[in-house]
């Protein structure tokens, strides 16, 4: 796991936004369903397959 250095904040509803360049950078586009997994206090993001 490598650290991008972006640091993201919760809007209102509890949610983010996360950067296009990162997406790009592990191959999720737009409409791509994406998985979300929790280890201790880590969440992790995966696209779907």
């Known amino acids: 796991m490598k ?3 972006i640091i ?3 809007d209102d ?3 983010i ?3 296009l360049e ?3 950078e592990v ?3 737009y409409n ?3 998985e979300m997994f929790t280890k201790g206090d880590n ?3 995966a696209k779907e397959e």
């Open 32 to 34: 791509d369903s994406v």
């Open 22 to 24: 990162v997406l790009e």
């Open 27 to 29: 191959g999720i586009e």
């Open 43 to 45: 969440l992790h993001l």
């Open 8 to 10: 993201l904040e919760l």
């Open 3 to 5: 650290r991008t250095g």
């Open 17 to 19: 936004t996360i950067p």
């Open 13 to 15: 509803n509890g949610g």
